[in-house]
């Protein structure tokens, strides 16, 4: 199996950057891994033009930035973990314009046709936050929940980490959500 993942974080080795180093960890043994830290990629946000809208074998986006090697990345993967810390109940500013631009990945939605070049790929929503999950992560996975119907992917799972301050003070708790993640991801 090859895993995708993609860290959100301004930080490499921030709480989230280690949760997901945890994962990938567990997993690399036995599948291929590649972790794309989104901070060393260009990626522009999405223009509204719906160019894109005009190709269906490919992303056609009319933007030739990094968000088209992201995803390549993603469609010859057979699963994808976004992974991101909560920042104003939402990805990060350097996460959500690759979320945005997913919109070139998808063809014919809200008809029959509709399709998408990551259909069928598994995938899960990493996200570490200072406060609790209730009333705080809502928004996070509500877009997950939207990005995964809109782009028919098959999600496996929220694994949230609540009341993380520091990497060092995350504990056996990081622990147990990166296994429960590599769980969900490779069955």
């Given at each position: 199996?090859?895993?995708?993942?993609?860290?959100?974080?301004?930080?490499?080795?921030?709480?989230?950057?280690?949760?997901?180093?945890?994962?990938?960890?567990?997993?690399?043994?036995?599948?291929?891994?590649?972790?794309?830290?989104?901070?060393?990629?260009?990626?522009?946000?999405?223009?509204?033009?719906?160019?894109?809208?005009?190709?269906?074998?490919?992303?056609?986006?009319?933007q030739k930035d990094d968000a088209l090697t992201i995803f390549e990345k993603m469609m010859q993967a057979d699963a994808i973990?976004?992974?991101?810390?909560?920042?104003?109940?939402?990805?990060?500013?350097?996460?959500?314009?690759?979320?945005?631009?997913?919109?070139?990945?998808v063809s014919g939605y809200g008809t029959p046709d509709h399709d998408s070049?990551?259909?069928?790929?598994?995938?899960?929503?990493?996200?570490?936050?200072?406060?609790?999950?209730?009333?705080?992560?809502?928004?996070?996975?509500?877009?997950?929940?939207?990005?995964?119907?809109?782009?028919?992917?098959?999600?496996?799972?929220?694994?949230?980490?609540?009341?993380?301050?520091?990497?060092?003070?995350?504990?056996?708790?990081?622990?147990?959500?990166?296994?429960?993640?590599?769980?969900?991801?490779?069955?």
């Open positions: 199996m090859k895993i995708v993942s993609i860290l959100g974080s301004p930080k490499k080795k921030g709480n989230t950057g280690t949760v997901l180093s945890l994962f990938e960890d567990k997993v690399k043994k036995k599948h291929e891994v590649e972790r794309i830290h989104i901070t060393q990629y260009k990626v522009g946000g999405c223009l509204g033009c719906y160019k894109c809208g005009e190709k269906k074998d490919e992303p056609g986006c009319v973990v976004y992974a991101s810390p909560l920042y104003c109940w939402s990805f990060t500013a350097q996460m959500k314009p690759l979320i945005d631009r997913h919109v070139c990945l070049l990551i259909s069928g790929k598994l995938t899960a929503l990493l996200v570490t936050c200072a406060g609790p999950i209730e009333e705080n992560c809502d928004a996070i996975q509500s877009i997950y929940t939207g990005l995964s119907a809109y782009t028919k992917t098959v999600p496996k799972g929220n694994f949230i980490l609540p009341f993380c301050t520091a990497p060092e003070d995350m504990g056996d708790e990081a622990g147990a959500l990166a296994a429960n993640l590599a769980g969900a991801i490779t069955g």
